[in-house]
């Protein structure tokens, strides 16, 4: 422990901050001691595993906009990964960063007492452009706490207690959420979680029947049936027509709350503003996230149904949460300003377009390509590539980024590949990015000789 020690590395990082631009001496130390931090102060695993597709160099994101960032050396990266999901309406976009500025120079926070308009007029936006009822708003931090009220909100509003996901299904990896979660890498260390949790077999509706009514036969009672519109983490799955609307009809017959995580599908990304409004479905809760801060904000919750907010929630909403940051003006200014970006700019209309002329041309590699990649898959600009093995994508993810792509794609995990680029790339870095993914792979095709 050192006051002095702790003092010189503030003034160090916060010059850094203010600096119009970095000399030589400068970048080379940051990235030194970047690498020292993250080895010393966060997890010595952590530059070997989330940097794998990086070569020696250790990049340092550092400045970023539109479809691109930028490391500490100026070198820029065209953004296919789109932080999973964040960056639809690209990044530290003017149209967005405007009205967040205009908030931040007025009040960031709030008191915590009084009634902050903002939270208001966000909750009425998002009710119009979600569809049947969905009404009422609870803004969270994180999309996992967003899945925890949900599947808290399922059990106070039904009185029932059991929960319905998928296998394969991620809502984030707080205890609620990997509870519902169907991976289980990410669940194992941790059981036992919460008890009344049964998985179906993602995009079966035989089996989802079998799973309530095996529930229901047995005395059981069930809150809520979770699961994603498409799959993301799982490697991009999408259910068969009419999978949703059948779920939705299972769950009136035996009256289970209805929630769907429009985390990473919602916001435009899967060309409507929420995947459900396209199918057609409403749900009894749905939860966003991601994208909702304009890729500039964290900010996320759940919007639901009237029936939903029963008399206990009214008496007293302090049951369900209360975060202290969880819709504050500032992240409200932020996600005002992308509905608003989505609604005037028709980003859904973009996403399914150029998503189009994106799964066109990966479709195309996949027949000059054939021992390399398995499946492409995609609605919107949600895309992924599915390969044959493993270190063959990873192979792929290396070489697209070697060539200044950044795509999904990590050591451990490079089977299927993910594309969630902000749909405001122009068509031109679209061209580019397809004609790098040619290089890179016929560069795998040679190193495995396939
Ligand atoms: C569908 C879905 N739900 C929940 C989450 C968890 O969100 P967060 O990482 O913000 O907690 C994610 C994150 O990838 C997601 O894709």
Not at 62 to 73: K, N
Not at 163 to 182: E, P
Not at 194 to 208: L, P, S, T
Request: hydrophobic share 40%; glycine share 10%.
């Amino acid at each position: 422990m050192s006051s002095a020690k702790a003092q010189e590395v503030l003034e160090k990082a916060l010059g850094y901050i203010t600096a119009v631009e970095l000399t030589d001496q400068q970048k080379k130390d940051m990235t030194g001691e970047c690498i020292d931090n993250y080895n010393n102060y966060i997890n010595p695993g952590w530059l070997k595993y989330r940097k794998s597709v990086s070569t020696n160099e250790a990049f340092i994101e550092w400045e970023d906009h539109d479809s691109y960032f930028t490391d500490i050396y100026g070198t820029e990266f065209i953004d296919c990964l789109g932080g999973f999901g964040i960056y639809t309406f690209g990044h530290r976009n003017p149209e967005i960063v405007k009205y967040v500025e205009a908030q931040l120079h007025r009040q960031a926070l709030h008191s915590q007492e009084l009634l902050d308009p903002l939270r208001g007029y966000l909750a009425q936006a998002l009710s119009e452009i979600t569809p049947g009822d969905l009404q009422y708003c609870f803004f969270t931090n994180g999309g996992a706490e967003a899945v925890e009220m949900a599947l808290k909100l399922a059990r106070i509003a039904t009185g029932k207690k059991w929960y319905i996901s998928t296998i394969g299904g991620f809502h984030g990896k707080t205890y609620g959420a990997i509870s519902v979660g169907g991976k289980n890498t990410y669940r194992t260390p941790y059981l036992p979680m919460i008890q009344q949790v049964a998985h179906a077999i993602y995009g079966d509706i035989a089996d989802m029947t079998r799973t309530v009514e095996k529930l229901i036969a047995t005395g059981e009672s069930i809150a809520a049936v979770i699961l994603e519109p498409i799959q993301g983490e799982a490697g991009i799955i999408i259910p068969p027509a009419g999978y949703l609307k059948a779920v939705r009809e299972l769950c009136d017959k035996y009256e289970i709350c209805l929630i769907f995580d429009e985390i990473q599908t919602g916001m435009g990304r899967t060309g409507s503003y929420f995947r459900c409004c396209e199918e057609d479905v409403t749900p009894d809760i749905m939860t966003y996230g991601k994208a909702f801060g304009g890729g500039i904000m964290p900010i996320t919750g759940i919007i639901a149904r009237p029936k939903m907010w029963v008399e206990e929630l009214k008496e007293n909403p302090w049951i369900l949460g209360s975060p202290t940051f969880g819709g504050n003006p500032l992240a409200c200014s932020a996600a005002l300003a992308a509905i608003n970006f989505m609604v005037t700019n028709d980003v859904p209309k973009l996403a399914r377009e150029k998503g189009e002329f994106l799964l066109k041309g990966l479709n195309a590699f996949k027949e000059k390509y054939p021992t390399i990649i398995r499946e492409v898959r995609g609605i919107g600009l949600m895309i992924g590539v599915e390969f044959f093995e493993s270190e063959i994508g990873y192979s792929v993810a290396k070489g697209l980024f070697a060539r200044r792509v950044m795509t999904a794609g990590t050591l451990n995990n490079a089977r299927t590949i993910r594309f969630e680029p902000a749909a405001t790339t122009s068509y031109e870095d679209f061209g580019k990015v397809l004609n790098r993914l040619d290089e890179a792979l016929a560069d795998t095709k040679k190193e495995f000789n396939l």
